[in-house]
C-alpha cells in the first residue's frame, strides 16, 4: 500500500463529485473525448461499436464516481460488509441501466442527437454477459443491484467466463449450440486489476508434522498452481451507491516453458498455460449430470479460493484480527457451487493463520450462509470423494474432520444410526461422496429457501434433519426482482403513466404503487395502460418477424411461455392445450376460442435429450399451424430463439398472460412469473414456488389458478399413479396424444415425437396428464375473461399495483435484517 500525502489531499480536498443529473454539454464534451482520446477514432473511421464504447467509457467514469464514494463513506462508518459469492451473473446490457440509474437517460438522448446520434440505435450495440444459465445468475445480478441501491457495502464475486452461455439458433427447428464470444469487442466495463491476483493450488498430497509446541501442523504440496486476477465492473444503484462485481479470470503462473521451448517442442512451450487458462474458458450448461465434471470442480475452488483471499486480504488491510472476522463478514453461498469455501475458510484459518480448531470454527460458521435454491435431487451437487481428493486432498481431509466432529454431536444427543447416516456429510452408499448441502448447512449460521412454499418443504423433505436439529438456523427470503430495469427501463411506456399519476416514489419504494389503486376502474386510465400494452406487443412483433419471419397480429391475446427448457416446467403441457385448440378449430368447435399468439423462448441444456426434443416439438406445432389457413387466422405459435437478459426486457413488457405451470413441489420460487406481473401480464399458474405468494398478493380473481397442490401431487405418486388410465378416460387428451405420433406434425415420421408419447403415458413424472384437464378449463375461463377487455385492464392493473413484496429491493432488506445485520450506508 503506498502513501502519497500529495494524492491523499487532493482526493479528499477535491472529493468526486456526483455523477448524477449531468448536463448535455457535461455528456456531449465526455463522450467525445472518450471518442477521441479514449479510443483513438476520428469521426470518419468511428463506427457504432466506437460510438457505444466511447458513450460507455464516459458512463463507466461516473459509475465509478458513485463507487469511490461509497468506499470512503463505508470506511467512515466501519461498516459489516457483505460478500455474495455466485457461480452466476446474468447481468444484462448495463448502458441503458446506468444511464436511468445516474438520471441522464433524457440528457445523453438529447446530447447524441445534437451529434446526429441515435441512443436507442448505440444501445442496440451491447453484447450481454451471459455468464449464467439462468433464474440463479439473474437473481443474483438483480441483488447487486439492490445492494448498490440500498448502501449495503458489498462486492459480488464470480468468475469471468470467457464463453458465456451458448448462443441459440435453431436448424431445422432443432436447438443448435453456437459459442458465445461476448468479449469479442471488448468489454468497456470492466477494469483489470493485475495487482489483485491470488495463487490457487490444486492436487497433490499433505504433510502432517508437530511443531516445536507439540501442535499439529498440516502442509499442502500442490502439483499445479493458477493464478485468479480480478476484473471488476461497477455496478450502481439507483441514484445511489456503486459497488463493485469482481469475476475471477484463470491464468498460468509462468506463462512460457522455457526448458521445452529451447528444445524445439514449441507447443509444449505453451500447453501448461492453456490448460491452466482452461479454468475460466466456459460456464457450463446446467441441467446436466455434472458430479462427473472435474473442470466445474476446479472452476469452483478456484473462484472460492480467490475470493476468500482478497476478502481476508481486505480484512487484514484494515488491520483487523482474524478472530473477529465474522463480525466483519457476511458471505452468503448462491447456492452449493461455493459451499466448498467452508473447507476453504477452514484452511485459511487453521493452516495459514495457526488457528485453533474450534475458534476457525466458530468463525467459519458465523461468516456464512446459505441459500438453497432447488428441491430437485438431480441438481443437488455431490462430489465424489475420489475426485475432490486428487483435486484438494487437504479440503477433504478437512470435511472429514468436520464430519466426525458434527456425527459425535449427534451420537451425544442420542441420534439414531439411520439419522446419523442421513445427516453425514459422506454419502456411503454406492461411490462415496460428498453432500455439498449439507456441508453448506452444518457450515452456515443461517439456511433460506427463496419462496415461502420452496423454505417449507426444506425444512420437511431436503434438510429435514437438520431443521429439526437448529430449527432456528432456517429461514427464508422470498426473491425479488430489479423492478428499475424490469419496469423502468424495459417498459417505458408503462413507467412513464405511473410516474405521472403517482411520482417517482415506486422507483426505490415498489409499495408506492398501491397509490394507483383508484385508476383500476377508471375507464380512461384502462384505455391508456390498454394502448401502452398495444405499443409494447407491435414492438415485440416487429422483432419477432425479424428474427422469425413469422408475423403476429399485436391484437391478439399474447400468451408467453419463456424460461429454461425442462420437463418439470411443462413447456409440453402448454403444447398439449394448444394442440387441443387446433384440435378444436379443425373439428368446428372453437368459436370461444379468442385469438392467441403462443410465444415460446428458453434454452435447453445441449445434453438434455427431451429438452431438445420438446423445442423441436414446439417449432414442429408452430410449422403446422402458422402455414394452416383454417387456423392461422385464430392462433399462431412462435418460438423466439436465443431467450436473454436483453429479449427478456422486451417480452415481459409484451405479455397478456404469463405461463408458470410447473408441477407444484418443483419450481423453487421463479422470478420471471414477477417480471411478468409487474408489467400488467395476468398469470395462469400452479400453486409452485412465488406464484403463491403473487397470487395472495394481487388476489385470487387476478390469477388463473389450475392443478394439484404439492401435496396432492405427493398422494398421487404415493397411491401409484396410472397416467394411461388417464389418456384413456379423457377423450379429448386421447385425441391430442394420439396426433404427436400421427406423423402429421413430422413429414410422416411417427417416431419423432414417440420419446414424449411414451414418456407421458408410461410415466409422466411431471404429472402433465393429471393436470391437463384442470389446465384446459382455466385455459378456457382466460379466453373468455380476454373477451371482456375492460376486465382484462382492470385485472392487469391489479397485478402491477399489488407487486410491492417483489422487488429485489425488499428481499435485500429482508437479506440485512434476518441474516446479514448490516446497516446500510447511503451516498444521495
Ligand atoms: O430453479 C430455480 C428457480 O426456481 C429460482 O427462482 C432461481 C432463483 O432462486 O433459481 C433457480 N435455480 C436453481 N437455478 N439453478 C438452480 C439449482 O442450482
Excluded at 136 to 146: E, M, N, P
Aim: proline residues 3%; contains cysteine.
Amino acid at each position: 500500500k503506498t502513501q502519497n500525502k500529495n494524492i491523499e489531499d487532493y482526493f479528499t480536498s477535491s472529493k468526486p463529485g456526483s455523477g448524477l443529473d449531468l448536463s448535455k454539454e457535461e455528456i456531449k464534451k465526455s463522450f467525445l473525448e472518450k471518442l477521441f482520446y479514449g479510443l483513438g477514432r476520428i469521426p470518419t473511421v468511428a463506427t457504432d461499436n466506437d460510438y457505444y464504447s466511447a458513450l460507455a467509457l464516459a458512463v463507466r467514469d461516473w459509475v465509478f464516481r458513485q463507487y469511490v464514494r461509497s468506499l470512503e463513506e463505508y470506511a467512515e462508518q466501519d461498516s459489516r460488509g457483505v460478500a455474495y459469492l455466485s457461480a452466476e451473473y446474468l447481468p444484462g446490457p448495463h448502458l441503458g441501466n446506468n444511464l436511468l440509474n445516474l438520471s441522464i437517460t433524457k440528457t445523453t438522448r438529447e446530447a447524441l442527437a445534437d451529434l446526429d446520434l441515435d441512443l436507442d440505435k448505440i444501445l442496440e450495440q451491447e453484447v450481454e454477459p451471459g455468464l449464467g444459465n439462468g433464474g440463479l445468475g439473474r437473481l443474483a445480478s438483480c441483488y447487486l443491484d439492490s445492494m448498490a441501491t440500498l448502501g449495503v457495502p458489498s462486492i459480488g464475486y464470480g468468475i469471468r467466463y470467457e464463453f458465456g452461455i451458448f448462443n441459440q439458433t435453431l436448424k431445422d427447428g432443432w436447438q443448435a449450440e453456437v459459442t458465445d464470444k461476448w468479449l469479442h469487442y471488448g468489454n468497456p466495463w470492466e477494469v483489470v486489476r493485475p495487482e489483485i491476483a491470488f495463487e490457487v493450488k490444486f492436487g497433490g498430497y499433505t504433510e502432517h508434522k508437530y511443531d516445536s509446541n507439540n501442535k499439529l501442523q498440516v502442509n499442502w504440496i500442490p502439483d499445479s498452481e493458477i493464478r485468479g486476477t480480478a476484473y471488476d465492473t461497477p455496478i450502481l444503484g439507483y441514484r445511489s451507491n456503486g459497488i463493485i462485481m469482481r469475476l475471477w479470470s484463470a491464468e498460468a503462473i509462468e506463462s512460457f516453458d522455457f526448458a521445452a521451448y529451447n528444445m524445439g517442442d514449441y507447443y509444449r512451450a505453451v500447453e501448461k498455460k492453456m490448460r491452466s487458462e482452461n479454468i475460466t474458458k466456459v460456464l457450463y450448461p446446467n441441467d446436466e449430470n455434472l458430479s462427473g465434471k472435474e473442470l466445474r470442480l476446479k472452476q469452483q475452488y478456484f473462484f472460492v479460493s480467490c475470493s476468500l483471499q482478497d476478502i481476508i486480504r481486505l480484512h487484514l488491510l484494515q488491520g483487523r484480527e482474524l478472530e473477529n472476522f465474522h463480525e466483519k463478514f457476511n458471505i452468503q453461498l448462491n447456492d452449493t457451487h461455493p459451499s466448498i469455501a467452508v473447507a476453504e475458510l477452514m484452511r485459511i484459518l487453521v493452516d495459514i493463520h495457526q488457528m485453533e480448531w474450534d475458534e476457525a470454527w466458530h468463525v467459519t460458521r458465523h461468516t456464512f450462509a446459505y441459500t438453497n435454491h432447488t428441491l430437485l435431487p438431480e441438481a443437488l451437487e455431490k462430489w465424489s470423494v475420489n475426485l475432490l481428493g486428487r483435486l484438494l486432498p487437504r479440503h477433504l481431509e478437512i470435511i472429514y474432520e468436520i464430519n466426525s466432529r458434527f456425527l459425535n454431536e449427534l451420537r451425544k444427543q442420542n441420534f439414531s444410526t439411520e439419522q446419523i447416516s442421513r445427516m453425514s456429510l459422506i454419502d456411503d452408499r454406492g461411490e462415496p461422496s460428498i453432500r455439498m448441502a449439507h456441508l453448506a448447512t452444518v457450515g452456515s449460521h443461517k439456511v433460506n429457501g427463496v419462496s415461502a412454499l420452496h423454505s417449507r418443504l426444506l425444512k420437511s423433505m431436503v434438510l429435514q434433519d437438520f431443521a429439526e436439529l437448529w430449527p432456528e438456523k432456517f429461514t427464508n427470503v422470498t426473491n425479488g426482482v430489479a423492478h428499475r430495469r424490469f419496469l423502468a427501463l424495459s417498459n417505458p411506456g408503462l413507467a412513464d403513466l405511473i410516474t405521472r399519476k403517482i411520482g417517482k416514489e415506486w422507483l426505490t419504494d415498489l409499495s408506492a404503487l398501491r397509490n394507483l389503486e383508484k385508476f383500476a376502474d377508471d375507464k380512461s386510465f384502462q384505455e391508456e395502460w390498454r394502448n401502452i400494452k398495444f405499443k409494447n406487443k407491435e414492438r415485440l412483433t416487429a422483432l419477432i418477424e425479424e428474427r422469425t419471419g413469422v408475423k403476429l397480429d399485436p391484437s391478439m391475446l399474447f400468451d408467453i411461455h419463456v424460461k429454461r427448457i425442462h420437463e418439470y416446467k411443462r413447456q409440453h403441457l402448454k403444447v398439449l392445450h394448444i394442440l387441443s385448440l387446433y384440435l378444436r378449430l379443425k373439428n368446428g368447435k372453437g368459436k370461444d376460442i379468442s385469438p392467441t399468439s403462443f410465444i415460446f423462448g428458453g434454452k435447453a441444456a445441449p445434453g438434455y435429450f427431451m429438452a431438445k426434443r420438446i423445442i423441436k416439438l414446439i417449432t414442429a406445432v408452430a410449422d403446422l399451424i402458422n402455414n394452416d389457413p383454417e387456423v392461422n387466422k385464430k392462433l399462431k405459435v412462435v418460438f423466439l430463439p436465443n431467450f436473454s437478459v436483453k429479449l427478456a426486457q422486451q417480452v415481459y413488457p409484451a405479455a397478456d398472460l404469463s405461463e408458470q405451470i410447473s408441477m407444484a413441489g418443483k419450481e423453487a420460487s421463479g422470478t420471471g412469473n414477477m417480471k411478468f406481473s409487474l408489467n400488467g401480464a395476468l398469470t395462469i399458474g400452479t400453486l409452485d414456488g412465488a406464484n403463491v405468494e403473487i397470487r395472495e398478493e394481487v388476489g385470487e380473481k387476478n390469477f388463473f389458478l389450475f392443478g394439484l397442490t404439492t401435496e396432492e401431487v405427493q398422494e398421487t405418486k404415493k397411491a401409484g399413479y396410472h397416467p394411461y388410465r388417464i389418456y384413456e378416460q379423457n377423450n379429448d387428451l386421447r385425441e391430442v396424444m394420439d396426433f404427436l405420433i400421427s406423423g402429421k406434425l413430422s413429414k410422416g415420421d411417427k417416431e419423432l415425437f414417440r420419446p414424449i408419447y411414451d414418456n407421458l403415458l408410461q410415466q409422466d413424472p411431471y404429472l402433465l396428464l393429471k393436470d391437463y384437464q384442470s389446465y384446459i378449463e382455466a385455459m378456457d375461463e382466460v379466453h373468455k375473461t380476454w373477451k371482456d377487455q375492460n376486465e382484462w385492464a382492470k385485472r392487469s392493473i391489479l397485478n402491477v399495483i399489488n407487486m410491492g413484496k417483489f422487488s429485489s429491493d425488499r428481499s435485500i432488506s429482508d437479506y440485512c435484517e434476518d441474516i446479514w445485520k448490516v446497516e446500510t450506508v447511503k451516498v444521495v
